[in-house]
């Protein structure tokens, strides 16, 4: 806390100059209240020396402020150590009496201000009584603002530090949850042309391995994106689909249902990989009949909602704990918190149907 109080304070932008400005305000009040006040009693002319006298006073001050600025840096009140500190103030407050009274006193003996029967010493000393009550409070008047000033400046660059953590920290772990999917994805792929291999069907493997790598040129040359407009995650959808429906040739049938309208919304890139992995896994693969799988997407209010639905045999809490549903759930929560959520259903006409909803949003809105 000390140190970084300490930098604040003694920064590229001091504040003492602000405070000492300030006192601009009271030196030209003075100097006006001795004006008026020197008319109202009918002095035909006005007391210059008094108005300049009043007005002097206060520049003093405003030339004794960085007093308490450089006190403020060298002893911000901490409790570890509030005893020295205001030890430290108290000293400061007193010094700035001093100087205060130094200054009015030199000034009076230059205007020939000072009683000719009091003694130099006592006028000194009486200068001294009667400003240091005016010193004390407005020293630490001054040391409050600098305190005040500064934990404010922190407070705030603090805050400006905390989201710019926590916006790394988001980036951080989406980057460590897509680096957890493609693996997962190139593995069951390769694992099925591995099969394919062993069954010496070398021309599908062949026509596998062709639109793998088409995939994974897209998932390698996608960069940092989080969001794609929804056409684009479609685009490669149909690709992954293409090397799925090599695996299941007469077994997968896909169809579409896509509003025109949310064609430009901004989805999660890869959103719905996982979704279709599940369904083909638990479902298409499962079922000995041909398998349909629905993909669609449309407008909910403010919501966006995907969903992919198969006519397998239907959903069973265990098949949710793989690698792909856990990524979904966390790249979502990670994204959008409580605005969004994946439900996996059974279907009432059979199959299961996982639903993804989260905020509509489009690339003009980022």
């Known amino acids: 806390m000390a140190s970084r109080f300490t930098n604040r304070v003694g920064g590229s932008r001091p504040l003492w100059p602000l405070i000492a ?3 601009l ?3 030209l009040l003075s100097s006006l209240t001795t004006y008026l006040n020197s008319r109202l009693i009918g002095r035909v002319n006005a007391d210059w020396g008094a108005i300049f006298f009043a007005g002097v006073l206060w520049l003093a001050f ?3 402020t960085p007093i308490a600025y450089f006190l ?32 009015g006193v030199a000034v009076a003996l230059l205007l020939n201000r000072r009683p000719p029967q009091e003694p130099l010493l006592r006028y000194y000393v009486h200068w001294i009584l009667v400003n240091l009550p005016w010193a004390v409070v407005l020293y630490f008047t001054v040391l409050g603002c600098i305190f005040a000033f500064t934990y404010y400046r922190e407070a705030r660059e603090r805050e400006s530090q905390q989201a710019r953590l926590a916006a790394q920290l988001v980036e951080a772990k989406l980057g460590a949850l ?3 999917l493609n693996p997962h994805f190139l593995f069951n792929s390769l694992n099925a042309i591995i099969v394919m291999v062993r069954d010496q069907n070398t021309r599908d493997a062949s026509r596998m391995l062709e639109l793998l790598s088409g995939v994974l040129r897209q998932v390698l040359q996608s960069g940092k994106r989080q969001h794609v407009t929804l056409d684009e995650e479609l685009k ?4 992954y689909l293409a090397i799925e429906q090599v695996r299941f040739p007469d077994r997968l049938r896909v169809k579409w249902s896509i509003e025109p309208a949310v064609h430009d919304v901004l989805v999660p890139e890869f959103i719905l990989q996982p979704l279709l992995e599940n369904a083909i896994r638990h479902g298409i693969a499962k079922s000995s009949e041909s398998g349909v799988i629905e993909v669609t997407a449309r407008e909910d209010g403010d919501s966006l909602l995907l969903s992919v639905q198969d006519n397998g045999p239907g959903y069973l809490p265990v098949s949710d704990s793989g690698v792909g549903l856990a990524n979904t759930r966390a790249r979502l929560a990670t994204l959008f918190g409580e605005d969004a959520q994946l439900q996996i259903l059974n279907h009432r006409d059979g199959g299961t149907v996982a639903t993804v909803r989260f905020p509509m949003r489009k690339r003009i809105d980022e």
């Open 178 to 180: 897509r680096m957890q």
């Open 25 to 27: 305000v009271p030196a």
């Open 72 to 103: 403020a840096h060298r002893y911000p009140i901490r409790r570890e150590t509030i005893v020295r500190a205001a030890l430290a103030h108290l000293t400061g407050a007193l010094v700035l009496c001093v100087g205060w009274a130094s200054v």
């Open 236 to 239: 490669f959808i149909e690709k």
């Open 21 to 23: 400005a300030a006192c």
């Open 62 to 64: 405003s030339a004794l």
